[in-house]
């Protein structure tokens, strides 16, 4: 089986097969920007290759780490590489429906680069489809379900494109919480957003806003960018 490097943490390679998901910006991002402070238990859904569960365990020493994905070949790869980390006594991954997941104790965070396209033509390769489109996880029963899986002061984070910002929202009043942390990113200095990275909590808060800019206009890394996701390059 052949296996390609994709992403480098300071302590070790991550390596994924080229028959399962592949490491993107969304993933990087919502691993660095997601706050991990004091969270015990924390669940990845649809973890793909395992990366923002590492990312966590990486960021917080004190987390246990559940990774699940319904993808078989996913699941199996995110096993390899926790078994490959540092970190592997702390991180686990199952292969699962987050529908059909049952939590055994609350989470203090919950966090997802969840599918999130959903044109009518689908991609032949079933992996394929259950990545990009919102065929077995919309955002109501993502925001929902973790929802009931939060210990109180608990965290659900994740990230969305910006079109889908208003139906969204609706699914936050549906379920009756609130947004602690909204970031605005854009990928060149300029350009309109094109993601938004959400943190919600179960009791009311105040919205803090935030902007994120990847690139500058010569495509070099902004220092921000560099600043978030330093701990995980071994060259920015």
């Known amino acids: 089986m052949s296996r390609r490097k994709i992403f480098r943490f300071k302590q070790f390679d991550l390596l994924n097969d080229k028959t399962a998901m592949k490491v993107g910006t969304d993933g990087v991002l919502l691993g660095a920007w997601c706050d991990v402070s004091g969270a015990k238990r924390v669940l990845d859904v649809g973890t793909g290759c395992g990366l923002i569960a590492l990312m966590v365990a990486q ?6 780490v559940t990774a699940i994905d319904i993808d ?30 049952a939590a055994q104790e609350p989470y203090d965070l919950i966090v997802s680069n969840p599918p999130f396209f959903t044109e009518n033509v689908m991609a032949p ?6 990545a990009r489109h919102s065929v077995s996880l919309t955002m109501e029963q993502l925001i929902g379900r973790s929802k009931s899986m939060l210990a109180d002061g608990g965290t659900l984070a994740f990230i969305s494109p910006v079109e ?27 350009s309109a ?28 890394y902004t220092q921000q960018y560099i600043y978030l996701t330093r701990e995980f390059y071994l060259k920015m």
């Open 59 to 64: 960021r917080n020493a004190d987390a246990a």
């Open 72 to 101: 078989q070949d996913a699941a199996d790869e995110a096993k390899i590489n926790i078994a490959n980390s540092p970190w592997s006594d702390r991180v686990e991954a199952q292969c699962v429906d987050f529908n059909d997941f």
């Open 125 to 130: 390769d079933r992996s394929r489809n259950l």
């Open 164 to 190: 889908q910002e208003m139906s969204i929202r609706r699914c936050i009043v549906k379920a009756s919480m609130s947004i602690k942390r909204l970031a605005r990113v854009q990928s060149v200095e300029g």
């Open 193 to 220: 957003p094109k993601r938004l990275l959400w943190e919600l909590v179960k009791s009311p808060a105040e919205t803090v806003d935030e902007q994120i800019t990847i690139r500058l206009a010569d495509a070099s």
